[in-house]
């Protein structure tokens, strides 16, 4: 005969009597007259009555387990009489005096082992005293006596069943002796709940995820339910009442009503709350395997060895229905989520499913589908919560996915390394668990059926982000994923540090860090490493200067903070500013440096320096376009004062951190002049705040092009090195003064010149350079500033030699209109025209000194004249500058004529046209400038450079470029596949870069 894999691994065989023994774990202190405790009674019962008179199929129904079973009696009356050991049915038979059909019977029976003389004593001396049952408090167990044989390996903890918790987001997995508590997605152990008899075979978890549910026990002894309290592990009741081991068990959706299933082949229904016994289910011939509560907590079905389901009314006990399809033991059942359908299997390898009705009434429960699903017994099925999916497990180790509806095979998953008795469902994860045999879990995609593997950890904090060196520091690490972290990983070459990680948790560790005071002050790099994986790299700052962040503020009384010092803050909620207040003294230029971007924040931050009254000193939002503030500042008094860090965008959240340093810090923040001559040692003047008079660094490049500017990071700060250009040819270098005709510097054409405006005189700087042209010679002047980091925004203008500008065109308007609907910015390339209809395609208009051309008339009411554009904004003509322009600002249609053409009056005004320009015309450049010069005669001429806001610095730097134009052209193709298929089609956008006026026909040839 085959037996299942339950018979065989969990259960033994009553045959053993002879080895089992009642073995009292208390012995009460009240005994009787004759010192007769019930314990010594059990254990002469168990070792030789309890083969014909256990619980499970005992002879004459007499039941001998327990002190309450033995009162009872039989189906012959009563066993004993209290008091008159002469007179009791139990001493007769094991006298051998009791006469039944004319025959004397004695027990046991047959050839098994009587009882000796001092044990009938026993019982006759524990009868005649009253036959007292246990004392209060006395408790017997039942244990085997069998031989304890060390194993000489690891042995396998298996995983007997598995549970999840969609509200705390934890997976339970039960095993021998215990139950493993763990988070579901970083598979991190959180706790685990011991102290179980025997192996825990069944977990389920309370709706709410507060309490765990564990069935456990002893084969042939007793059977058990710990409930215990997930936050903190403690237990909150012990249930009994078993005879035997348990191994189903199911909670009602409600969390009212626990059902437990056991090999005592009894289903007990509890209180879940008070562990209190409501009712026992008897009618299974085998063990209870299985359970399932339908989705309305009013019907239970269980699974049997006995190879049937069935189906019961909880409220009342009744046994509605029984499913007896199955040719061998059921293993499994579970209901569908909306409670109409039924799926059961087991060791004839076969999924079965019905239908159930609403009062599963006999015979209303048809069988709907036989599947032959595994070429093994099937362990364990499960039925997704969404009802689409169901998974099976066999012991032939194999685990498929299903539909549901219609039942049919969607995928087979890996073949498994030992049997899966465990499964469930993580909705959130998109995945399926396997519990198995070896003690291992699986994680499985029910999209793909693909593995999932553990996840490697995740950082996105540290507090404080920065550290001092020479100083032993901790910071707190934030991310996921981080509780088995065993190695952290430095990415910074040559980081003389020691890194070390303790106090970890799944959301966090604690980072310890031990650097020599002489460390390189800067940036490093680390990320984490579990047996899984490496995170993604955080940046950490190491600095010289002392470090303090946002819990500083909170120290009553404040104590203001002495410069230099680095603060480290974040705004986490909107409208959080920190004022961090500190000491100055007379004549100190005090540097603050706020740094969020290039350590990848979000925050975009706003300084503002203040006394603490609260007037405002200096602000600054931004040292570059696109970067974070820097602000420099000399006080004229000592005293105590306060500088703000606010959101200038009002965004918040983790990620808006910032670090503030500030102190009389050497800053470097520019070099003059940016450009060396290839071959020649060359001093650069560093330009910046706190710096000696005389400061420069030499430098000497061997070949031509970019490089950054060599710094000493010990001996100053800065940003970014300064960015130099080495070139073949010397280039000359703006000398002041020369804002005047009388000391405009002389440059020779074609030529190059390093200026800047930074003329310490009121008012704006201006540079003049003075060049002679002859007749019709056309000349690019050019300026590199903006594109380069420097802050100026240049504009260039042509004058003759009387300084006066020297005349381009002269636009005559032939159209009047003006601009409708909304106005337009300096980008925008489209814009609504009064009396459009009587305008032509590639006609000139003009507004307000500004020359662009139509390129699309209007589409429709709701659209405007095209302008041909260029990098994203509309194209100027004739090297004037884009503006925005306001709603009724008048335009014009305007022709072009040379100077000094005589033109007819039509009523409509002249516009002459200069050499001049602020922003290049194609919009190429950002703020630079440049302009493309007719000499219209020999001569002198002067250009003339200054800034369109009037603004000057150290920092204002340009070389300005004169040189011959190249007129010409480059293509660029976007979106565009080489590979087309036959019979089919690729588009793609062919791009013309013009350059130096080029404004020939483009042909493109696609060959091939």
Known sequence: MKLSFKSRLLRLPWVIGAVLALIPMQRGQAQNKTNVAFAQVQTILGEHCLDCHAAQDPDGKLVMETFADLMKGGETGPALVAGKSAESLLIKMIEGTYEKDGKKLIMPPGKRKKLETNQIALLRGWIDAGANGPAAGETLVRTLRIPKIAPKTNRAQPVNSLAYSAKTKIIASAHHGEVVLRDAESRTKLRTLAEHRGSVNSVVFAPDGQRVYAAAGENGQFGEIRVWNVADGTRVRLIEGHRDAIYSLALSADGKILASGSYDQKIMLWDAESGKLLRTLSGHNGCVYGLAFREDGKLLASASGDRTVKLWDVATGERRDTLGQSLKEVYSVTFSPDGKQLIAGGVDNRIRLYSVSEKATESTNPLLEAKFAHEGSILKLIWSPDGQTIASAADDRTLKLWDAKPLKERLPLASQPDWVPALVFVPELTALIAGRMDGSVGYYSTANGQTILPPKPELTRAEPRGFQRGLDTKIKLTGRFLAEINEVKIHTAGLQAQFTISDRTPTQATLLIKTSTNAPRGNCEISLVNPHGESGKLILHMDDLPQFDEAHLGIVPMVPLIPPFSFWGVHEKMGEKERIPFQARAGEQLVFDVVARAFGSKATTRLTLMDMTGR?????????????????????????FQIEVAELQLGAGADHFYRLSMGVLPYVTACFPSTVTVGIEQPLALVGYNLAPEASVKIKRVEAGESDLPLDATQFRFRKAPVILAVSN???????????????????????????????????????????????????????????????????????????????????????????????????????????????????????????RLFRAPQGPDSGFNFYSANGRRRNYFDTSATAHAVDEPCYIVEPHPPGTKLLSNGLP????????????????????????TAPADGDYVVRVTDTRGAKSPRHQYRLVLREPNPDFSISVTGMNPTVPIGSGQSFTVNVDRQDGFDGEVRLEIVG
């Open 730 to 852: 010397p280039e000359a270098v703006e000398s002041e003064p020369n804002d005047t005709l009388a000391t405009a510097t002389s440059l020779t054409l074609p030529g190059t010149v390093s200026g800047r405006l930074h003329r310490m005189a009121d008012g704006p700087d201006v540079d003049l350079y003075r060049i002679r042209a002859r007749s019709g010679q056309q000349w690019v002047v050019e300026t590199v500033a903006s594109t380069k980091g420097s802050p100026v925004d240049t504009r260039i203008e042509i004058l003759d030699a009387q300084g006066q500008p020297v005349p381009r065109l002269l636009l005559q308007a032939v159209r009047n209109s003006n601009i409708t609907f909304r106005p337009i910015d300096s980008g925008a390339s489209d814009c609504r025209l009064d009396n459009w209809e009587e305008m032509e395609l590639n006609n000139y208009l003009y507004m307000e000194g500004e020359v662009m």
């Open 616 to 640: 405002v000193l200096a602000s600054n939002n931004g040292f570059d376009p696109n970067t974070d503030p820097l602000l420099a500042y000399t006080f004229g008094t000592n005293g105590t």
């Open 910 to 933: 002249i516009f002459p046209l200069s050499y001049s320009n602020d922003d290049r015309a194609d919009r190429k450049a950002g703020t630079d400038s440049q302009v493309t010069f």
